[in-house]
């Protein structure tokens, strides 16, 4: 065990609620082999750290401009508004952050930070006083999978401390080292995002075979798997796509889902990057198109939870 080794983390949560049994901590780890169109936590997708401008937080309208001059390499500049303009091209690859350094009020930001394996089980261990009886650590990301000797050699410690743990995966991972991780995880979340193969790649950037494959490795173990499914429009909330989950789900034994109503809660962190976000004029899943995938599923003897309302 390297208690030294070092993974990228671009936030911990304590207190939550949401993210498997009783009170958690949720760590929230850089990388993710996916690039959904709607993904909520864009800023997760790369493994290193990066910079982030929130515009709103700017003082640039009441004359701050302590980062003028910060940046070395030109991705700073400013509009006749005295307003920051950033060269993502340039920004993208920035190293040494001098600009976020230089800003008091955190607009300029840089999101990711490197914890040794130790320092987060110090971290988990504080927190464990406040965890209930059923409580522990969830790892969550973008993809935890995308820094897979980081997660496994964390769930040993994790385990050797006994600590419940909880992960909330897209499952797109090489067989041997999913089923090594599941040894010590005893709650799991999986998102399967679409049955079809072709329309998954179109909208994530990858094919469903690796996810399917280790979904039915793993599903007739004495876990607890959740699958979990974003409902977007015209895209999986079709009856075909359900139908063909249910299908899947019974051939495998499975029995819960978890469907999540789509938001626009992640459009900033698009706009905080550079990056457009494809469904800026999409509305949130209505009720009653949820409650329709629901009845689906419980027809056919499958426990669908909608949102956050769970027996977890």
């Known amino acids: 065990m390297n208690n030294d080794m070092k993974g990228m983390i671009f936030d911990i949560q304590s207190f939550s609620v949401h993210d498997g049994p009783g009170c958690r901590t949720t760590v929230f780890m850089s990388g993710c082999p996916l690039k959904c169109e709607w993904c909520a936590n864009p800023e997760s997708w790369d493994k290193k ?6 515009e709103g937080t700017c003082k640039y309208e009441k004359g701050c401009n302590i980062c003028r001059n910060k940046c070395l390499d030109g991705g700073l500049t400013f509009d006749e508004n005295n307003k920051p303009q950033l060269n993502w091209n340039i920004c993208k690859n920035c190293k040494m952050f001098e600009c976020s350094n230089a800003c008091y009020y955190n607009a300029l ?3 990711g930070k490197e914890y040794e394996i130790s320092e987060l089980i110090k971290i988990l261990a504080r927190d464990n006083h406040s965890w209930s009886s059923n409580g522990g650590v969830t790892f969550s990301g973008g993809e935890p999978f995308f820094q897979s000797e980081f997660l496994i050699n964390t769930l040993i410690e994790c385990k050797n401390n006994y600590f ?7 499952a797109y991972i090489d067989n041997n080292t999913f089923l090594k991780a599941m040894k010590y995880i005893d709650f799991v979340f999986i998102d399967l995002k ?4 072709e ?3 179109q909208k994530t950037g990858v094919y469903n075979d690796l996810i399917l494959e280790n979904i039915k490795s793993l599903a007739n173990s004495n876990k607890r798997i959740v699958l979990r499914m974003p409902v977007i429009r015209d895209f999986n909330d079709t009856y075909q796509n359900i139908i063909d989950t249910i299908s899947f789900m019974k051939q495998n034994n499975l029995i819960e889902i978890n469907i999540l109503p789509f938001h626009r809660l992640g459009e900033s962190k698009w706009k905080q990057l550079g990056n457009e976000y494809k469904y ?9 198109k ?4 629901q009845d689906l599923f419980l027809e056919n003897d499958i426990a669908c939870y909608i949102g956050h309302d769970t027996v977890f």
């Open 49 to 54: 750290q990066h910079i982030m401008f929130s």
């Open 109 to 111: 930001k840089v999101c």
């Open 164 to 170: 419940h743990t909880a992960i909330e995966t897209t």
């Open 194 to 197: 679409h049955m079809d193969r």
């Open 199 to 201: 329309k998954h790649k």
């Open 280 to 288: 800026k004029y999409e509305e949130g899943t209505p009720m009653k």
């Open 290 to 293: 949820l409650e329709e995938i």
